[in-house]
T-cell receptor
Framework: EPEVTQTPSHQVTQMGQEVILRCVPI?????FYWYRQILGQKVEFLVSFYNNEISEKSEIFDDQFSVERPDGSNFTLKIRSTKLEDSAMYFC??????????FGDGTRLSIL | DAKTTQPTSMDCAEGRAANLPCNHS???????VYWYRQIHSQGPQYIIH???NNETNEMASLIITEDRKSSTLILPHATLRDTAVYYC???????????????FGQGTILTVHP
């Protein structure tokens, strides 16, 4: 069964550094998402992406965040200058037309 | 998207049916009921969704009341591996201008015990 894959599984970064989280959505899916989950808290929506542009974003997704689909298979989330409070699990999801979202197993981001 | 209310936690014996309730009294006509679960340290896993008819797949059954104000997710023969947080999410159809973000609540912690 096709699945969303995310790399790396765990990323440790110094505060103030840039980090890129990578996702390979399910092939033929058209809609792409990033969510995050701070330890012990709810899963929170960050951004949705369709047709090579952001379609919706939350208040969390400020100027420090960006997303990109650099080629036909990858979908990335970049945090320009990381803060301690960016420490969380980051989940990528994708879906096809009129289909439910399928999630990857996440990247644990630890900011030191 | 309409708000949902779920019990904080539930227990179930292995091999028995697990019935997880969800209230969504403000649901509107074009909103679907989605169920996801999250097993520790993993990403949310899609289970099932429905609009007004009952639905069944290889994982579970979804029973939606006639007035659509509540629903029940049924795991017919729970196993230890079904221990997880279960999320009931109500959202509009993915057609039109909706790009489909999901709003997660706290969910129900289901513990299946031997």
């Amino acid at each position: 069964e096709p699945e969303v894959t995310q790399t790396p599984s765990h990323q440790v970064t110094q505060m103030g550094q840039e980090v890129i989280l990578r996702c390979v959505p399910i092939s033929n899916h058209l809609y792409f998402y990033w969510y995050r989950q701070i330890l012990g808290q709810k899963v929170e929506f960050l951004v949705s992406f369709y047709n090579n542009e952001i379609s919706e974003k939350s208040e969390i997704f400020d100027d420090q965040f960006s997303v990109e689909r650099p080629d036909g298979s990858n979908f990335t989330l970049k945090i320009r200058s990381t803060k301690l409070e960016d420490s969380a699990m980051y989940f990528c999801a994708s879906r096809g037309l009129n289909q439910p979202q399928h999630f990857g197993d996440g990247t644990r981001l630890s900011i030191l | 998207d309409a708000k949902t209310t779920q019990p904080t936690s539930m227990d179930c014996a292995e091999g028995r049916a697990a019935n997880l309730p969800c209230n969504h009294s403000t649901i509107s006509g074009n909103e679907y009921v989605y169920w996801y679960r999250q097993i520790h340290s993993q990403g949310p896993q899609y289970i099932i969704h429905g609009l007004k008819n009952n639905e069944t797949n290889e994982m579970a059954s979804l029973i939606i009341t006639e007035d659509r104000k509540s629903s029940t997710l049924i795991l017919p023969h729970a196993t230890l591996r079904d221990t997880a947080v279960y999320y009931c999410i109500v959202r509009v159809s993915t057609g039109g201008t909706s790009y489909g973000k999901l709003t997660f609540g706290q969910g129900t912690i289901l513990t299946v015990h031997p």
